[in-house]
């Protein structure tokens, strides 16, 4: 198979002709890339050929989503996420779309897509669920409290993010084509859903139905990405028709139980812990990935990577054992 037919195999449950590797997503991790391209990723061109060189089978269209998260230099020299700008109603009333970034990110858009698409690769974008959205865009804390005292407020600011993400959705598909979405969709922790699972249904439910039903419309395979424990929200995302999840945290999650559980109505991505990766050896990362391969490859439907951000300080030979064992080891036949 070519590594887009692997990957959208998988992604839709089907068996490929071996487990594909791809990181939903990459922290820039010049080392690595250097290691593939003989330079970090320095334009369009480098990123199609770093993808195909590193075996993903599909490429980064670009993020799209309307946040109110804070972002601030820390002492590290990163930024970090620092809170949130949308609290009350004043603020929901000042809330505008971003339509000149919207511009600038579907001129990109159109640009790698054809990049991709000539060297046999998908394409695929990022949308911020409106849960995730108004969670970081009032602060965790805010959001909480909210939640009790006037929970009008934060399904209006839902509202109005789905809104954007239908109008983004719109336009990307009769600007462009791609091959799939990410909904980047944080909504619970090690131990749970942040909220309870009656709340996040009537929050997230219906307004991520009408979005994702645009998608669905033009046969656009969608993915959904959250952290932490994830068997209470998978029922709602096989229920809103998404092909797969991503993530499956290895500190929260059983891979193999989630499997045997949903791996008949849904492909899982991901698994891979970065804080293993970051402290073992490279021998154990290359038996911890063949355990992970084991577990999740069962009937097809699995795509190994990370559970989160590939983050530059890594070690690149423990990543590398990470991809050169799932190249080695996936294979079905």
């Not at 989503?65 to 929901?92: I, N, P």
């Not at 959904?224 to 995302?237: A, F, N, Y």
């Amino acid at each position: 198979m070519s590594q887009k037919e692997r990957l959208l195999t998988a992604l839709q449950g089907g068996i490929p002709d071996r487990v594909p590797n791809f990181e939903v997503w990459w922290g820039g991790h010049g080392e690595i890339e250097e290691y593939f391209l003989g330079h970090p990723v320095g334009n369009e061109e480098d990123v199609v050929k770093f993808a195909k060189k590193i075996g993903w089978g599909s490429v980064n269209g670009g993020y799209f989503g309307l946040g109110g998260g804070v972002s601030q230099e820390a002492s590290d020299g990163e930024t970090h996420y620092a809170g949130g700008s949308w609290r009350t109603w004043e603020d929901y009333e000042k809330l505008e779309f971003p339509f000149d970034s919207l511009e600038e990110k579907l001129i990109y858009l159109k640009k790698i897509s054809k990049i991709a698409r000539d060297e046999g690769l998908a394409t695929h974008i990022y949308i911020l669920s409106s849960f995730h959205a108004v969670a970081t865009g009032m602060g965790l804390e805010h959001f909480s409290l909210t939640c009790y005292d006037d929970l009008k407020l934060v399904e209006a600011v839902m509202d109005k993010v789905e809104e954007y993400n239908r109008l983004v959705l719109e336009k990307v598909l009769n600007e462009t084509k791609i091959d799939f979405i990410v909904l980047d969709n944080d909504c619970a922790f090690k131990n749970g859903l942040m909220v309870s699972p009656q709340l996040f249904e009537k929050l997230w439910f219906q307004r991520t139905k009408e979005t994702i039903q645009i998608l669905k419309d033009k046969g656009v395979v969608c993915t959904m990405h959250t952290d932490g424990k994830v068997d209470e929200v998978i029922p709602l995302v096989i229920k809103l028709g998404f092909s797969a999840i991503h993530g499956i945290e290895a500190a929260a999650n059983d891979l193999g139980e989630i499997k045997e559980k949903f791996g008949k109505e849904i492909s899982l991505l991901g698994n891979m812990d970065i804080v293993d990766l970051t402290k073992k050896s490279p021998a154990e990362i290359e038996e911890e990935t063949k355990e992970m391969l084991v577990q999740g490859k069962q009937d097809g439907g699995y795509i190994a990577g990370c559970n989160t951000l590939v983050a530059k300080y890594i070690p690149v030979q423990n990543y590398l054992a990470m991809v050169k064992t799932i190249d080695k080891f996936g294979w079905y036949k």
